[in-house]
């Protein structure tokens, strides 16, 4: 008798014992995942993001990339599709931004005023540009047409008004204009 009733006794202690040390063992996993995630939370408050790509407002239309006869589509020796382009009070330049589908299209922009913005059409093509900063992101069309693309950022009185359209081109059809090697733009002459 006395043998069963201290064998529960025992298996008690030994539970009790193990309990504890899956305790301290979560209890360490928890510790770790809040001291990472304050480590890496305050690691990247205090340092820019190293995309940042600051530009000069002031000589964006003298020199650099940004110069009015850089502004619009370009087709790189290396093949890469670059669309350049400048946000103002209020439009945007090129007007009429031409692009192939099916193909990876590098965007960027800035402005020269105020915060502007942009969504082409119901795409993921979608950025703030910011006075000072150069915005940059990579996305692709789907399929041909037509877009609009409307400021997204209110940027003063003549905000609704300020939009662009983009022309997606069936690829052949963008490349066959672009060979040229000089920027191209759908904007009527
Ligand atoms: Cu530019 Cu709103």
């Known amino acids: 008798?006395?043998?069963?009733?201290?064998?529960?006794?025992?298996?008690?202690?030994?539970?009790?014992?193990?309990?504890?040390?899956?305790?301290?063992?979560?209890?360490?996993?928890?510790?770790?995942?809040?001291?990472m995630m304050v480590i890496t939370g305050l690691h990247w408050a205090a340092m820019p993001p190293s995309r940042v790509e600051t530009i000069d407002v002031h000589t964006l239309h003298l020199k650099g990339e940004f110069v009015e006869g850089n502004l619009g589509?370009?087709?790189?020796?290396?093949?890469?599709?670059?669309?350049?382009?400048?946000?103002?009070?209020?439009?945007?330049?090129?007007?009429?931004?031409?692009?192939?589908?099916?193909?990876?299209?590098?965007?960027?922009?800035?402005?020269?005023?105020?915060?502007?913005g942009f969504v082409v059409g119901t795409t993921n093509a979608n950025t703030m540009l910011i006075p000072?900063?150069?915005?940059?992101?990579?996305?692709?069309?789907?399929?041909?047409?037509?877009?609009?693309?409307?400021c997204h950022e209110y940027c003063g009185t003549g905000h609704e008004a300020m939009w662009a359209r983009v022309q997606v081109l069936p690829p052949e059809e963008f490349l066959a204009r672009a060979r040229g090697g000089e920027r191209l733009s759908c904007v009527p002459r």
Do not use: N
């Open 1 to 35: 008798m006395s043998a069963t009733s201290a064998a529960p006794h025992g298996a008690e202690a030994v539970s009790i014992a193990a309990e504890r040390r899956w305790a301290v063992v979560v209890g360490v996993i928890i510790a770790l995942l809040v001291a």
């Open 73 to 116: 589509t370009a087709l790189g020796e290396d093949g890469k599709v670059t669309v350049r382009l400048i946000a103002q009070q209020y439009s945007f330049v090129p007007q009429c931004i031409v692009v192939p589908a099916e193909m990876p299209v590098t965007f960027r922009g800035t402005a020269t005023d105020a915060i502007h």
């Open 132 to 150: 000072g900063f150069v915005a940059t992101f990579t996305t692709s069309f789907r399929k041909p047409g037509e877009h609009l693309m409307p």
